[in-house]
T-cell receptor
């Protein structure tokens, strides 16, 4: 089945700096890679996703890159702001065990210092 | 349009008690799922459903039952609560299974914080 590993587990940056979170996956059939943001005490919310037919997708200050050969995808946040502080989760579908259900990474706690 | 609604928001149980966590969505989504979230463990899939009358197990199904009698509702039942089931539970829904049929994004409810003493 799919195994999703996420690094780092914690990340602290100064306001205005960039932040990068990386995930690796094991199932070469995976074709959909979402990123969720979860603020303290709140629900996870989708912030960006990428499908396997593109290598990069941008939405204002956030971008996701995908390297299917190496089986990894990354979240890039530029010009970070204090409101970017949250836990970020990556995910990939599991085609082996649960037939397309999402398997989540363990999360990255991002702290943006003013 | 309320999205995904979970009740209750908080619950404290004693070991051995049973209870049902409710989940309802008003987006006519076929796919619904239950996750538990524990510190440092991410979101782990408990059970899921691809439509009314169809349910299946996820990664961590032991100790939980589900049913899907309507498209809107997907309750999660704890049969005999154990301290290891202390967690935050999230229900999510999407038009189809995330990894199939157009890669539909999942919408999450606000969660139920469950403590078992």
């Amino acid at each position: 089945g799919e195994n999703v590993e996420q690094h780092p587990s914690t990340l602290s940056v100064q306001e205005g700096d960039s932040a990068v979170i990386k995930c690796t996956y094991s199932d070469s059939a995976s074709n959909y890679f979402p990123w969720y943001k979860q603020e303290l005490g709140k629900r996870p919310q989708l912030i960006i996703d990428i499908r396997s037919n593109v290598g990069e997708k941008k939405d204002q200050r956030i971008a996701v890159t995908l390297n299917k050969t190496a089986k990894h995808f990354s979240l890039h946040i530029t010009e970070t702001q204090p409101e970017d502080s949250a836990v970020y989760f990556c995910a990939a579908p599991n085609y082996g065990g649960s037939q397309g259900n999402l398997i989540f990474g363990k999360g990255t706690k991002l702290s943006v210092k003013p | 349009n309320a999205g995904v609604t979970q009740t209750p928001k908080f619950q404290v149980l004693k070991t051995g008690q049973s209870m049902t966590l409710q989940c309802a969505q008003d987006m006519n989504h076929e796919y619904m799922s239950w996750y538990r979230q524990d510190p440092g463990m991410g979101l782990r899939l408990i059970h899921y459903s691809v439509g009314a009358g169809i349910t299946d197990q996820g990664e961590v199904p032991n100790g939980y039952n589900v049913s899907r009698s309507t498209t809107e509702d997907f309750p999660l039942r704890l049969l005999s609560a154990a301290p290891s089931q202390t967690s935050v539970y999230f229900c999510a829904s999407s038009y189809s299974r995330p990894g199939r049929g157009g890669n539909q994004p999942q919408h999450f409810g606000d969660g139920t914080r469950l403590s078992i003493l």
